[in-house]
């Protein structure tokens, strides 16, 4: 902890013109540990077939008054159950869509199906393992700011 911090301010001192390795270099999101609870045959792919399986399983364990709706609380629940909280994503907003407080059913699923899609790099149809981690840099690509030709550079 103590080294790379100190690591870190070395770095800023350089002044930018140094590249700073960021000690962290790959992140995961939470539903990464649902999807990986998909695969039932444990032969660690998590295929459409699996996901279609697992998505109403996941529902029937999130709205546990089975009112076709995900309440806050209910949602919270099922998070803290299966996504090990809310520290990291998705969010409740992430599915609820509308932002009316409720998530449907329709809303839960287009959501996994949709996230399961994202994660799906080489559109394989199945999630290896390395598909759910992310480098930072893919995660979100830096912006490079160019000025517009013509502009006189400052
Ligand atoms: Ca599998
Ligand atoms: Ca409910
Ligand atoms: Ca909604």
Do not use: H, K
Not at 3 to 19: E, H, I, M, P, Y
Not at 24 to 48: C, E, P, Q
């Amino acid at each position: 902890m103590t080294v790379g911090a100190a690591a870190v301010l070395t770095a800023c001192a350089g002044g930018g013109v140094t590249q700073v390795r960021d000690p962290i270099r790959a992140v995961m999101s939470a539903d990464a540990l649902m999807f990986v609870s998909f695969d039932t045959d444990g032969n660690l792919s998590i295929t459409r077939e699996e996901l279609e399986t697992g998505i109403p399983r996941e529902w029937a364990r999130a709205d546990a008054n089975s009112d076709g709706n995900l309440s806050p609380i209910e949602f919270q629940n099922w998070s803290n159950l299966v996504l090990g909280g809310s520290q990291m994503g998705p969010y409740r907003l992430d599915f609820d869509r509308n932002v009316d407080n409720t998530i449907t059913r329709d809303e839960f699923e287009t959501e996994v199906r949709g996230r399961f899609s994202d994660y799906d790099q080489d559109s394989s149809g199945a999630l290896s393992r390395s598909e759910f981690v992310r480098l930072l840099g893919q995660a979100r690509p830096p912006t490079v700011q160019r000025p517009p030709p013509g502009m006189p550079q400052r």
